[in-house]
């Protein structure tokens, strides 16, 4: 199947059956219907739409190297600056489709295995078939249009210190019980399969427990799995869909992506799904190695702008009906926001204009700017958030419902509730949308997802300053310069 | 009557059946079992039978000087440094209740109402039948023990500047329509009426709309009414109870204090319930010169050390639960909490070893400390929301429900999702404490409303300012003497 | 001339004479010899000399479209990407000589003045002559290498607001006291002439003060004139010139650049130097339609740009010698240096890369990055400051002398004051100069500097708010078409 | 000889002759008349001599229990909470004179002294002579009116990880090089020496070099030794005397404390002045069991205090001089300082109110809330002078000598440089003392000076953290109950 379209992405995950439970009760039917996921996977499916329209199927796809049919353009392994430009043009148009509010929009997952698939080489070292395993995965993503969900790390209880294993019964870590002909046999947890109940697999590439095995660590392994593989399940959160209402809830209604922990009962991975098992390294070694964040990156600025450009434009709409723009703390207020929204476009610029070529073939753009973006955006998104509270006051607390605008309270509603320049159904919306984002559980989530996204601040940081550390060393060098 | 219990205190609100909208429906039948409102009436049930108990009513309550009867402690009129300790020890007895997330239990109103009554000398400046309205009123609700709620604000509406009237057909701020012989004729709408719709009665003293006016304002205006005075309707904001379950909503089924915007649509005010009728400078003068914020914040104080309180006890069981204990960015944000709750405590013991009489003969104390206090919080609730957040990370999104712990995955969350010292349901049970502080929109709620709580910085700084306007020409004098 | 070198640089200055004050002392002989103007001219000629150096000339200077002459390439109007990128290669050049310290580096004022230069056309609005006037400044400017410095505001006495006039005797605002057929009479004091005691020529281009006058505004000009002009003097400030040791004062004997209160007492301006006279609005207009923050950002980004950079090899060294490297609390602090770099150059790359030709035939950059640039300094530069003071602690305050290396406790200081790397002569000296950075007033001066170098942050805010109009209506649009 | 006047100390310390190098020169001759001690001497006089002044003097000493004869309050053992207000009303008495600037007024280290001497039964553990010794000391301080400076580290180069020390040809750590019939000879050097030229004596009490010894660890040790004593020396940082002027420098002129580097070379320390030799454990034990924090935190609140008032004062000089304190901006800065100063003195009168005895008979104030402010003053300081470099702005840049009022230039001096309700002298005297407050390295070294006081802010952190675990653990067991 070369490209999907929003209804071909439905059937698949319909047809899938994957254990789901959420709230104490096991999805049943078509996943597409249920309240909990139905808003994203219409967000979902019209962007896969978008892949087979005229107006954008030129800017969505490019022809399969192995059978010359489209294939998505966010498979693309750049090979030149043109194509780096080619695929951001891409996944802009998906960022702009979400706004930003999809932290695992697919062209996410395809960038990444396309990441690893490129660095596949490195599994040579374990095994050959090892890397051979992930290419043949990586095509077969491709030409299926295969949407993907991965997890990376474990609950706590299962990486806990082993200073404290003492408090546990027994270890919670994830790993292999056995290997037979057909397979290795899991057993484990894994956190926060985002969108882990409406994709057709599952990639599985943990931190592995440090051991101190000599030989093979039964702690490390990396695979891919349909997610209705028998033995694993799907636990969700609550979910944060506020209802059905577009009116009520512009972003939970069609942005809500659900999180879920992925839990492996003894689940047999056959063998051509295994790309590493038991070299404690190699996991480490295929993130750092694959470039995996510097491509992922250029995935996640286009949705990082797309969404710092939808927090500006709101700004704007709540300042124009209330009449405040002229007020000093308002413009530097929202002067945190161009600033944030022009560092990242610049960030992106930089990295791309300094792209080059990596050992794998890729063009892989300049990875210092990016670094920078990660480690920036997690402490700037809540900033502004901060900002919409501030700005918004009381105007966030007092919102009624579409629904009181239908009954014999609309007259007085009407009356009290408008902004200048909107009338009051209007500025209520306007409402409803600064509170979903700076208020509910939905922009609560986002919150806390954009403050972790790539993991804890130390581990962003510590990733920069590593990134860095060239760059140091030469001005270290021009200051030594200077002083003698 | 003298004080009531919790029996009775539900009784009357679900016998008044104001007019109260939720959702698009009118509330019908008894409120108390409303869903919306079950979990917070409940609550404060629990308080008001606090004032029969034996074991606290000698704490909570004292004679009546009308009747001898036992009334609420928090109505007293402070003469002493003793009576200051008194109320203390009261308001905090009910704040430890709550744990400071009830914004207006009912202490904070008999405490707005007393202060303004011994004030109430002010009003026989423009009409002494009204200054004896206010102390019949104050004596009226100490004696029933009244649950009141109050309204100051307009929505943006209703107080839009002059320069943007053009863009709105009918001016939309609260006005007198009519005087006859009954009482006066109100039309307009008021914000943010906490406790609306779980209250006997309410207080409406609005900042009034400016007006070019000689002679009396048809802006200016305070009164009380009973909530379900005919011509008045309460219309509510989304209710944030999350669900009947404790577990799953430690805070919202019990907490969830409804907001309102109340509408007044050409509802007759009694005479004898006008305390302010025209005089635009007025209701001005009743909040500086009785020393409404002063003596609120008494109350206040209770409430928000028993909320820092509060945090700090949760932070310290998610810290202990997963072993972080002992990292040097864990102990800076955790030392910030340890601060903040020093540095409230402090104040209010400052405040009130440094209170004297004022001119109506309360003991009144020291304002700059409180000042200084209703500043600080604003930002330092945030902030430690904020903390919250970045120790919780992912374990704030992936929660599991109550009842999935009664299905058949039972024992693999019990196997994954346990903590140092705690098992997998009561590890699940402090996320969805931590979850309901500050990603669900109970706790952006709260956020929000700590913000302004007692007005935009603007308003709370300027408070400040012209507070310490002695203490800063002191000081600049000792730098002049210095210089010179 | 042609560019001069480094001895024609200070030859001229030193035969110009201007009426120069200091401490109550006028400055007498050769200004290039004098204690607090010594080691900047001696940087600046440096500077002067790499004009005419084999290894430098080719990147420093083009041909005079007049003379063919080689002339600075600051001074050239660029009209392609390319020429933005020779520009900025030069500027580069001249940023790292000064470690971006020199706020006022010649390159700064060149690129101003043909910024007004291009812009010209506006001033044939007001006469045709004052076009001209600035047309045939600029060449001599550039023609003769004239070394500039400016004035654009008044002392606080003299915008003093209307409704505080009372407390003053007289009106001290600048003004043209009389017309005569030579030329303008201009009496009043202008702030902060940055190396005005050691230019050539002085613009003074003030924003005037708002008068009612119709017609003409005695209080509107604009002008230059040479630094000796009869009636002007210059006042300076202290010299925080800590001494000429380069190790006890690594920066402040390189880098002090002087600031002037430039005051006229009525001294004759001859009328070819005039390029505003009277009208009120021409001299906003100047600034905001020659593009002069745009233009002149191109010269501070490299010079920001190379002080960031010195910063962070500083901060390295640092951390080096005291072996901290490992700690998350360091590594935190050195990211945001990171980040502030890797931001600015990012601006800096955007800018370039979005120029488009203006009304004057210039190419000119992407302003909105270098509005953002100039907002974010002033707040990242102070922060960088107080992170040398964060990690160098108590090793900033006890700092010996470079002579006391040369005494009888020698042996000991080598025993008790070496670092990881460093002996203790080396060490002490990074001491010093972190010690210049982030405690001494040379360092303080540049810290304020810094904070105010395109006015406060209320004057940057909004020149970004305003230069982003058209932005932020683009994405508010795209927010009201997502709710409707 | 009772408490001595400023002439009697003055004559003393001149009598030491110790040996001081500063800037490669050996002092020679009166210390108090050397420049850059001058100052610091008669600020320091003029507070000795209140102890002997008619008005003061009953506020500042008590009856020797030795002899009768009147001593230092501030040498006081408090017993009751009157102690406790008498010796702060002394205390903060002399903070006003030096308005907080002096880190090492003497009340300081008597205090100290005071808290050491009556832990002093902690010695006996080790050695009952060293009890005795140290409570011998103390008296004699005490009854002498010792003034006293003490070291507490070393350099760096004498506590670098064992990691590092193979880049080290020597260890450098201080340490007992020999131990003899007269006493212990020291090698080694001592951080930050604060008033140790200016000072009789010097109380030695470092923590020690982690070693792995069993039994006696030579780098354990704490003993005090005249300043004259053969074998040390001190070596002074640059000065920060500005100059005589105390128009131009009207706080460094008075206020300069010299830091010094005290260097040990196999000095004799005689037994009768050891009190800790060998055990590794005790001196960690004498700063925590001795309350050494607490009852010096009595003192310092008194100095912060004081000088938060002087910030105070100087920035409402500035805004008044300005006419700019009706703005937002200005108002949220001020009040900024204002809740510093209200926290400050709220914490100061929370740890008063809630002291109790300690296990030495002292009434010891709670430490909560001291620790607490130790952790809050190192932010919020740095924070005020920010605030200061905000609203000074320019005005901090260009400022004229007291001498160009001397010269013909005054009368345009005058014209141009005036504030709102200060002559051009008065103006410029407000912004020199704003100047070396937030520019000068007086202001600097006072703010790395704040930021370091008791610590990094780890350090701190760790120490409040610590001192709150019984309170961490009070409230974790109230969520507990409220979740169970």
């Known amino acids: ?223 891919a799995v349909p997610s209705n593989l028998p033995g694993i399940r799907f636990v969700c959160r609550e979910s944060f869909v506020g209802g059905d209402s577009v009116y009520n809830y512009p972003l939970s209604s069609r942005y809500e992506e659900m999180d879920t922990l992925v839990i492996f009962d003894d689940a047999l991975v056959p063998w051509d799904r295994v790309f590493v098992c038991g070299d404690e390294s190699m996991v480490i070694r295929m993130f750092d190695e694959s470039h995996f964040h510097t491509h992922a990156s250029s995935q996640i600025m286009c949705k990082n702008i797309a969404k710092t450009e939808f927090l500006l434009g709101t700004i704007e709409m709540m300042v124009e009906s209330t009449g405040m723009g002229g007020h000093g703390y308002v413009i530097e207020k929202m002067t945190e926001v161009i600033i944030a929204l022009e560092t990242l476009k610049a960030l992106q610029i930089a990295a791309e204009k300094g792209a080059s070529h990596d050992r794998w073939g890729s063009m892989l753009p300049n990875k210092k700017p990016f670094l920078a973006a990660n480690a920036y955006f997690p402490k700037i998104y809540p900033r502004m958030i901060e900002i919409i509270q501030l700005l918004g006051a009381s105007g966030l607390i007092m919102i009624p419902d579409e629904k009181d605008f239908d009954t014999e309270i609309n007259a007085q509603l009407n009356r009290y509730l408008k902004g200048i320049g909107l009338n009051a159904k209007e500025n209520v919306q306007l409402s409803r949308l600064a509170w979903e984002l700076s208020v509910s559980a939905f922009g609560g989530r986002q919150t806390v997802y954009e403050r972790f996204f790539f993991g804890n601040s130390a581990t962003v940081n510590g990733r920069l300053y590593q990134g860095y550390s060239q760059g140091r060393e030469t001005l270290k060098q021009r200051v030594k310069d200077f002083l003698s």
């Open 1 to 223: 199947m070369p490209v999907k379209n929003g209804s071909q992405y439905m059937d698949r995950i319909n047809k899938n059956l994957p254990e789901v439970w959420i709230a104490g009760e096991q999805v049943k039917g078509a996943i597409s219907e249920h309240k909990a996921f139905k808003g994203l996977m219409a967000t979902q499916a019209s962007m896969y739409d978008m892949q087979q329209e005229d107006k954008w199927k030129a800017k969505m796809n490019y022809s399969s190297p192995l059978s010359g049919e489209p294939v998505g353009l966010s498979f693309l392994q750049p090979k030149s600056k043109q194509d780096l430009a080619f695929r951001r043009t891409m996944m802009q148009a998906w960022a702009y489709t979400h706004n930003g509010f999809l932290g695992r929009a697919p062209d996410y997952m395809n960038t990444a295995l396309m990441a690893f698939s490129a660095a596949a080489g490195l599994l040579e070292e374990e095994n050959p078939q090892y890397a051979s395993n992930l290419r043949h995965y990586y095509e077969y993503c491709r030409e299926n249009d295969i949407t993907l969900s991965h997890v990376f790390i474990q609950p706590k209880a299962g990486r806990v210190p082993a200073a404290f294993l003492k408090f546990f019964e027994e270890p919670a870590a994830a790993r292999i019980m056995d290997k037979n002909k057909d397979g290795i046999v899991v057993r484990g947890a894994f956190l926060l399969d985002t969108q882990g109940a409406t994709s057709d697999e599952i990639l599985v590439l943990p931190t592995p427990y440090s051991s101190e095995y000599e030989g093979e660590n039964p702690y490390a392994f990396a695979f």
